[in-house]
């Protein structure tokens, strides 16, 4: 059985590459299929998975998130008030506080196959980063590593483009406190870090698991969103 019960979801963002199709609410509200939403079958999949404990780092709209409710899962809701000003780990590090467990780690604007949160669970690695084939639906980030799946770095312009970042990870605590001081140095210098640049940082230790058919995609634009809707949802049997 896995020792990770607690999943930390990251969503302080606008959505505004979606031109309003949102309607003020954050992505992780996008309705996907019959009134389920991004954030309703992510949180489905981890409770699939026996993680009864979500973390949200919430900015943008916050409220929506603050008065979702579960008889299933313990949400607490963290708000990142800099969300329009600064990067994605600066939603993690406001939530630091309440952390004191190995966590899954995830992007609130992805839908996909529950078989990669068990891929992580059942990893023997304490440090893990899910990664796929390319999807080629833009905006990815890939992935370089070792021949032995250690992460090297990954970025939007990496050479290597066959492992691409799926948006969900597996961190130690103690790795959780390295990325944190990493943090605490570079923001001093840099106001708005992503929390895959404080990964490259601390990039010791840290696994690559590659599933190379994974059902998923990211829904940053309208294409993204129609795709979601019309193809991944019915392979996922959503639809």
């Not at 196959?113 to 690695?125: N, V, W």
């Not at 304490?126 to 090297?152: C, M, R, Y």
């Not at 990039?203 to 129609?226: A, G, R, V």
């Amino acid at each position: 059985m896995s020792k990770i019960k607690l999943a930390i979801i990251l969503a302080a963002g606008m959505g505004s590459r979606l031109g309003g199709l949102n309607n003020k609410e954050p992505k992780g509200f996008l309705e996907i299929y019959n009134n389920m939403s991004l954030i309703d079958l992510s949180l489905k999949n981890l409770l699939k998975h026996g993680i009864k404990n979500v973390i949200i780092g919430t900015g943008y709209q916050s409220k929506f998130y603050s008065c979702m409710q579960s008889k299933a899962i313990n949400i607490t809701c963290v708000k990142n008030d800099d969300y329009k000003t600064s990067g994605s780990f600066e939603t993690l590090y406001k939530c630091r506080h309440l952390i004191n467990e190995p966590f899954l780690l995830l992007e609130s604007d992805i839908l996909y196959d529950d078989k990669g949160i068990k891929a992580l669970l059942d990893d023997k690695r304490d440090n893990v980063i899910l990664a796929s084939g390319p999807n080629n639906q833009g905006d990815e980030v890939f992935i370089n590593k070792t021949k032995d799946n250690e992460l090297i770095k990954m970025s939007k312009s990496e050479e290597n483009k066959t492992d691409e970042l799926v948006g969900i990870s597996k961190v130690s605590i103690s790795k959780f406190h390295e990325m944190c001081e990493a943090y605490d140095v570079f923001k001093k210098k840099k106001s708005k870090i992503d929390y895959e640049y404080i990964y490259n940082l601390v990039n010791n230790d840290i696994y690559i698991n590659k599933i190379n058919d994974l059902i998923w995609c990211e829904i940053d634009n309208e294409s993204n969103l129609n795709y979601a809707r019309s193809y991944i949802a019915k392979l996922l049997r959503y639809g």
